[in-house]
């Protein structure tokens, strides 16, 4: 038992040892090419796993540059028993603390929305709320409170990351878009109602009126009042109905005092 | 080449997997999997891609079993670990089973967890009396666990451990025998491991207990770039070589038909290639039973 033990104590460690010609015991002298065949399916099987997870970030900076840096990031982040199919959950992180920050200051970014993208996508499914929900409580909607759908996310950045993230990822068929990229902050709604994962730039006035719903749990009266005030453009009625297209609503919400609540 | 025996009806999974080609199910070809209903009788699917909790990946996972039979192949379970299995990841094994009631279930005689970190390879298990009676009672907690009989898989090796007391066939036949499991050859990872390690593929074919033998695999494989080691890589990156088919040929002629697997994982090519592989597999398997019929008559 202790011989097994030792075995596979010294296997792991040399798989994940620094210095890349490193070598258990258990394996003869002279094998130390082959012993790297597991080491480099290891770590292979690690960045093709993040680059699966991050296809925009690898596409900035390139293939080989992208594993260079999992090769830094694997050494940081573990995967979980079993499955890579959620690895990478530190990679905007590991990011935003590395010297590429200073040549592409929106990359962590990118990464955070990649990120919410795979969240997103294999995220519970839920039934979205539906304008047809509403009907009949009109003179109640002030008062509704309402929650995120949730396959639901919202990324702000100080950079355009809508704009890149789109200009990396063109729509089959959709006219080349050539448009020059404008520096200025953008919030990104990622929504999946159903079974497709999209995206939505959201104004300030639509990132205050959404905020202050599904997090400070303000209700529409007030979520509105917030958003007017942040900016005097907002639009409740075509903004709320927006939202609702987007799916990014969950289908359960709350009328507290009153009628009682909906519970469908 | 379909008319060797009556396509099973694909409104219902077939509660086994049909003796012919099933073909390992990308992503990337369901449009045309979906789109053309190709006349493929099964797939497999690995169960740790549909381990989250919902989304685009069950649904296609849930359209792809009412359609046709599938077999979950684990690569994530680290039954050969010497370890206990992590309970989390055998729930979310269970989930899927009870969810999708595929066809098959199987893993591999490989480990890839230890002391709480992963290692997403199939690592080598140490061939002894003590890790076969470890590896026999992760085989008996997976078929308690998740209610099923398994099939596992004999390993790709790359080096022959100083520590390995029991010839591979042996330790697999073992296994089998003493939890109940049946066992899937890999006819790939068995040219690969004699050519590697130095033992004779024929004679191995020829001992495989036909009886436990519930599934086949086919996959290509490639030779390492180094030049002073003549060693193969198990990539599932091209198509099945041709010592591999003879192998398989080998091997159907003696114990019969079984539900055989074209996998390829690397380079993944568009779907008329795999298409192409599994009618190449299908043909295959009818010669089998003509070549049988012939001796017999």
């Known amino acids: 038992m202790t011989e097994l033990k030792s075995f596979y104590d010294g296997f792991a460690d040399a798989l994940r040892a620094p210095e890349p010609d490193a070598v258990p015991s258990s394996v003869a002298e002279g094998y130390a090419h082959r012993f790297a065949i597991y080491r480099n399916n290891v770590h292979r099987g690690l960045y093709d796993a993040l680059g699966a997870a991050y296809p925009t970030v690898r596409k900035l900076v390139g293939d080989g540059f992208f594993d260079r840096l999992a090769q830094g990031f694997v050494q940081s982040e573990t995967a979980r028993a079993g499955s890579l199919a959620l690895y990478g959950e530190g990679f905007a992180a590991f990011l935003a603390g590395h010297p590429i920050r200073e040549s592409l200051p929106y990359l962590a970014d990118i990464a955070r929305l990649e990120r919410a993208r795979l969240e997103v996508s294999t995220s519970a499914d839920a039934k979205p709320l539906v304008a047809g929900d509403l009907e009949g409580l009109e003179d109640q909607l002030e008062k509704m409170i309402l929650r995120a759908h949730p396959a639901c996310q919202v990324i702000a950045s100080d950079s355009p990351i809508f704009a890149i993230w789109t200009a990396q990822n063109p729509v089959e068929g959709a006219q080349s878009g050539k448009t020059s990229i404008v520096q200025r902050p953008e919030t990104v709604l990622v929504t999946r109602p159903y079974m497709q994962v999209d995206m939505h730039l959201l104004t300030v006035g639509q990132t205050v009126f959404f905020t202050a719903l599904t997090q400070d749990g303000l209700d529409l009266g007030r979520a509105c009042t917030e958003a007017l005030q942040a900016d005097a453009n907002f639009d409740v009625i075509a903004s709320f109905a927006e939202f609702l297209t987007m799916g990014a609503f969950d289908a359960h919400f709350d009328i507290p005092r009153g009628n009682g609540h909906d519970d469908e | ?297």
């Open chain 2, 1 to 297: 080449m379909k008319t060797l025996t009556q396509l099973p009806d694909r409104k219902l999974p077939a509660r086994e997997l049909p003796r012919r080609a099933g073909v390992g199910f990308k992503a990337e070809h369901a449009q045309d999997i979906f789109g053309s209903k190709p006349a493929v009788d099964w797939f497999e699917i690995h169960p740790e891609n549909y381990m989250v909790a919902g989304g685009p990946r069950l649904a296609m996972l849930e359209e792809l079993s009412a359609q046709y039979p599938i077999s979950m192949h684990g690569v994530g379970l680290s039954l050969g670990g010497g370890e206990p299995l992590n309970k989390n990841h055998l729930a979310d094994l269970k989930r899927l089973v009870d969810r999708f009631n595929p066809a098959m279930v199987s893993e591999h005689i490989a480990w890839s967890a230890h002391e709480g970190l992963y290692m997403a390879d199939l690592l080598p298990t140490p061939m002894t009396q003590t890790s076969l009676v470890q590896l026999v009672d992760a085989i008996n907690t997976v078929q308690d666990f998740i209610g099923r009989r398994i099939l596992i898989e004999n390993p790709t090796s790359y080096v022959s451990l100083p520590q390995n007391s029991i010839p591979e066939l042996e330790f697999i036949s073992e296994a089998a025998e003493r939890s109940g499991c049946g066992l899937l050859i890999d006819v790939n990872n068995v040219y690969i491991s004699a050519h590697n390690l130095g033992f004779e593929a024929n004679a191995f074919i020829d001992a495989v207990p036909g009886d436990l033998v519930g599934e086949i695999h086919l996959a290509g494989h490639e030779r390492d770039a180094n030049p002073d080691d003549n060693v193969l890589i198990d990539t599932h990156s091209r198509p099945v070589a041709d010592p591999v088919w003879d192998l398989f040929d080998r091997l159907i002629a003696r114990i019969g038909r079984r539900p055989t697997l074209i996998e390829w994982d690397n380079d993944v090519p568009g779907w008329d290639v795999l298409a192409h592989e599994a009618a190449l597999a299908d043909r295959h398997l009818g010669n089998a039973v003509a070549e049988k019929f012939e001796a017999a008559s």
